[in-house]
């Protein structure tokens, strides 16, 4: 950990005026370069660590952004002197590798509370629904005396489910007009949610698509000793269900806390082989480079001169240093 990484880690812990900046800059390295991770977290096992993690989690367009909005009110008013922390992660064009970071503007009214922190981030091209290093997200975030984070994932679809690996427990939100029950027995999120939401109760069809939740959710439970997940019907708008959202999670905390912080140390450890993988991956990419050059060795994989797992050793072997294998490296088989 170099001396400014200290300083930054020592901020946040110490509590000072500076404690939420200091925070912001850990997790803007940890983003912009995840293959430090590891320097990042050093000692990190020491570090005061959250109550619980909520993953929020759902399709495009069912509301999940109001919902955490209506959560973090609710969670405030049950405990005014506990900080709340909000990962908000939006999806990067595939084009420009942009994002709009669009799901803070449902949350400003909480822009100015001091004990709700949170922080948006994009996806960058990392597939699951989730930023790469969203563990050390919320390990810095429980650093800061956040009690409870709320992680809400992009817009997913049926196989953007990596919030399961990442939170104590899952929500998954769906709302009318996103589908039939048919749709919802094919939907991989109805593998990971332990909470399931019905949000804009006060939309039509909403009644009718709970009562499916509860057929297609029963379906999955039988022969299951876990028995069925808990269900709500909430109208995020106008703060319907919200209290009894809550009292779900508190049910959930009850007694589960150690069982949940055993759990969070061994994820660490996923994310510290993320990011090993994330730095092999961008010196390989460095190595092969790009252009006319890179085309061409390319090519030999296509020619049949080399296969991809002799070229990937190649690759290995150059980027490690053997000066017989630059001097071969690029030759016809």
């Not at 170099?2 to 390295?29: F, H, I, P, W, Y």
């Not at 005396?145 to 427990?169: H, K, M, P, S, W």
């Not at 999670?249 to 450890?269: D, I, L, P, Y």
Request: aromatic share 4%.
């Amino acid at each position: 950990m170099t001396n400014d990484t200290k300083d930054l880690v020592e901020q946040v812990r110490g509590g000072t005026s500076q404690r939420v900046r200091a925070a912001a800059r850990l997790m803007s390295l940890i983003e912009n370069f995840p293959e430090r991770i590891p320097e990042f977290l050093v000692g990190a096992a020491d570090w005061p660590e959250a109550r619980m993690v909520i993953g929020l989690t759902g399709p495009p367009g069912c509301g999940k952004s109001v919902l955490a909005d209506r959560l973090i009110t609710a969670l405030r008013t049950r405990s005014p002197d506990s900080c709340i922390g909000v990962i908000a992660v939006d999806p990067s064009s595939p084009f420009t590798g942009g994002a709009f970071l669009g799901d803070r503007l449902r949350m400003m009214r909480h822009a100015g509370d001091p004990n709700v922190f949170i922080r948006s981030a994009a996806t960058r091209g990392h597939i699951g629904g989730l930023v790469l290093g969203v563990k050390a997200f919320i390990r810095v975030l429980g650093l800061a005396g956040c009690r409870t984070v709320l992680i809400e994932t992009v817009g997913v679809g049926q196989n953007e489910t990596e919030i399961v690996n990442v939170a104590d427990f899952v929500v998954v939100a769906i709302a009318p007009g996103n589908g039939d029950a048919i749709q919802l027995l094919k939907c991989g999120l109805m593998e990971v949610g332990d909470i399931f939401v019905v949000n804009k109760a006060d939309c039509d069809g909403a009644a009718q698509l709970y009562a499916q939740l509860l057929a297609v959710l029963r379906l999955n439970a039988n022969g299951q000793k876990t028995g069925m997940p808990e269900t709500c019907l909430v109208s995020a708008l106008q703060r319907r269900g919200i209290e009894k959202l809550v009292d779900l999670f508190e049910k959930r905390a009850a007694g589960s806390e150690q069982v949940w912080q055993a759990r969070r140390r061994q994820t660490m450890v996923d994310e510290v082989k993320a990011a090993v993988l994330e730095e092999a991956r961008q010196r390989l990419s460095r190595v092969l480079g790009t252009g006319p050059i890179a085309t061409q060795d390319l090519s030999r994989i296509l020619r049949g001169e080399v296969t991809v797992t002799g070229f990937v050793d190649e690759l290995i072997q150059k980027m490690t240093g053997s000066r017989e294998d630059k001097k071969n490296y690029g030759q016809a088989g």
